[in-house]
């Protein structure tokens, strides 16, 4: 079925020249979404700019599937694009992206972002773990937190008997870890959640409260240096389909993408944070975790990054990894990952 579809296509074109190539691309994320609005919707105008007009992206206005199936769709070529957290995928194809979603790695979206793009997409070899489609980026948002309705996290006693919605992958190790209880959902499904009691807290970034109305579902908000987690983000296209596409337009396009586009929506996620603290201002009590906390994450995060790091297999070091990615962002941690974050 892809082989016809790509001989039509390829029949279609060599019968009308002028004609441009229209790649389809599924946004699970509200249409308004600051990342959507500054970061997806201007790389598909470039693209027809670079490209000179021979290929344009079209957004859908609502999802061709559910968010945890997006890369499937782009893998199947039930979407030519796509975007999505590796953690949605509830399988192991994507083991080495937990790269990025530990804790302490940083607090600047775009350095976390273009740190991202290199380590994981080069000695960690990304492209791998992303067979049947071509990578137009990876990126990671600002610094995760940790949001509740029902009491500071003073110690880690305060964690005991927390239902806390997570996206998946480490950060549901580490609540786990703490005391709480994960329940996995994706970003669209948390307002219902927390609005009716069915959970306590989320992981979830400052934008994200704002930009999924949570303010009034949230009293606390706590803070670590470099980020108590972070998640990890895919943007694909269909490999056939860009195979497809001519030597020239690939070129033009993998220009725009891969490191570029990791600062493009890096500084789209920067800002979005920045407005959402100032929309909020002082309706959440956001607070610095204390000592006795930070220690705790950090006695944690260490065993799962250790166990992370040896679970990856001959030819990969994930410790290695880890460091050249905090080496990156600027992130200084003292012999292990509890001893703090500066």
């Given at each position: ?205 400052y934008e994200a409260v704002t930009a999924f109305n949570l303010t009034d ?65 002082d309706a959440i009590d956001f607070y610095a975790a204390p000592d006795e ?50």
């Amino acid at each position: 079925m892809k082989t016809w579809k790509l001989a039509l296509a390829g029949l279609l074109a060599s019968a009308a020249p002028g004609l441009a190539e229209e790649l389809i691309m599924s946004s699970w994320l509200p249409p308004k979404h600051p990342i959507v609005v500054n970061a997806f919707e201007p790389w598909a105008e470039e693209v027809e700019k670079v490209t000179e007009g021979r290929v344009t992206v079209r957004i859908m206005g609502k999802p061709l599937g559910s968010p945890p199936a997006h890369f499937d769709m782009a893998r199947d070529g039930i979407a030519d694009i796509t975007y999505g957290l590796h953690s949605f995928t509830e399988d192991d194809r994507f083991a080495r992206a937990r790269l990025g979603q530990f804790s302490f790695l940083g607090d600047d979206a775009i350095a976390n972002s273009k740190a991202y793009w290199n380590v994981y997409g080069g000695d960690l070899d990304a492209a791998s773990e992303h067979e049947g489609t071509h990578l137009l980026g990876l990126f990671m948002h600002g610094p995760g937190l940790l949001h509740n309705n029902v009491r500071k996290i003073e110690s880690t006693a305060d964690m005991q008997g927390l239902k806390v919605r997570v996206p998946g992958g480490y950060v549901a190790d580490l609540v786990s870890s703490l005391g709480a209880t994960p329940l996995f959902m994706s970003s669209p499904e948390v307002y219902e959640k927390l609005s009716r009691g069915v959970i306590d807290g989320v992981a979830f970034t400052y934008e994200a409260v704002t930009a999924f109305n949570l303010t009034d579902y949230v009293k606390y908000s706590m803070t670590v240096p470099g980020g108590i987690y972070n998640t990890t983000w895919f943007f694909v296209i269909n490999e056939d389909r860009w195979e497809s596409l001519s030597e020239e337009d690939r070129a033009a396009i993998d220009a725009i993408s891969g490191e570029a586009f990791a600062e493009r929506v890096g500084k789209a996620w920067n800002d979005a944070d920045v407005a959402a603290k100032e929309e909020i201002g002082d309706a959440i009590d956001f607070y610095a975790a204390p000592d006795e906390v930070v220690a705790a994450l950090g006695e944690s995060a260490s065993k799962l990054e250790g166990a992370w790091s040896e679970s990856l297999g001959e030819g990969f070091d994930g410790a290695a990894a880890l460091a050249a990615f905090r080496q990156a962002t600027g992130v200084e941690i003292a012999g292990s990952a509890g001893d703090g974050a500066e």
